[in-house]
């Protein structure tokens, strides 16, 4: 069963407005979750964090909300750019300090110019 | 600095080779990963090492064979593969810490014939 769910498997935004991806989870274990941007044939490219004590983390374009009681986040880009579009991967933490890392399937972002 | 490099970018085998594919960090990083990722899919963790030591194995085939040498480096050396095998072999590693981040590098895709 998929503890780590992105149900959009495509998202398609058009340039200076915002992209909102979502991801739920179900194990309440999870104490860290992490977005990760990738290209084809690339690795993952770590874009921005977040701790379970914590609702919300920014950095630059980039914010992710976390809510614990729907156990559900979601990472807010704004403005999105053409160079935005990516595969985004959402991700939560378990097995504590050894950090293994549970994958959603991913959306992919379209951003139109 | 956070690379991870993987090498070789891409590797063509036979069901009957022998080869290796290799993975370094230079980043002080005491925990590194062997992930498999297919297309459109999420990566799947292989192994784990911390400390040199391999903590997790993932319930993956013998014909897969991890190595740790040193703190830098990991291995993964491969035998006998079936043409399902086939995919984008990632290498990970972190510091240790709970809410360390795992720091992904390009990848080795491989093609079994």
């Known amino acids: 069963d998929q503890q780590v769910k992105q149900n959009s498997p495509s998202l398609s935004v058009q340039e200076g407005r915002i992209s909102i991806l979502n991801c739920d989870y179900t194990?309440?274990?999870?104490?860290?979750f992490l977005w990760y941007k990738k290209y084809p044939a690339e690795g993952p490219t770590f874009l921005i964090s977040i701790s379970s004590i914590k609702d919300k983390n920014e950095d630059g374009r980039f914010t992710v909300f976390l809510n614990k009681s729907a156990k559900h986040l979601s990472l807010h880009i704004v403005p999105s750019q053409p160079g935005d579009s990516a595969v985004y991967f959402c991700?939560?933490?378990?097995?504590?300090?050894?950090?293994?890392?549970?994958f959603g399937k991913g959306t992919k972002l379209s951003v139109k110019p | 600095d956070t690379e991870v490099i993987q090498t070789p970018k891409h590797l063509v085998m036979g069901m009957t080779n022998k080869k290796s594919l290799k993975c370094e960090q230079h980043?002080?990083?005491?925990?590194m990963y062997w992930y498999k990722q297919k297309a459109k899919k999420p990566p799947e963790l292989m192994f784990v090492y911390s400390y040199e030591k391999l903590s997790i194995n993932e319930s993956v085939p013998s014909r897969f064979s991890p190595e740790c040498p040193n703190s830098s480096l990991l291995n993964l050396h491969l035998h006998a593969l079936q043409p399902e095998d086939s995919a984008l072999y990632l290498c990970?590693?972190?510091?240790?810490?709970?809410?360390?981040?795992?720091?992904f590098g390009p990848g080795t895709r491989l093609t079994v014939l």
């Open positions: 194990n309440s274990m999870f104490d860290y």
């Open positions: 991700a939560a933490n378990y097995g504590g300090s050894q950090g293994n890392l549970i």
């Open positions: 980043m002080g990083h005491r925990a």
């Open positions: 990970a590693s972190k510091r240790t810490g709970e809410t360390d981040t795992q720091y």
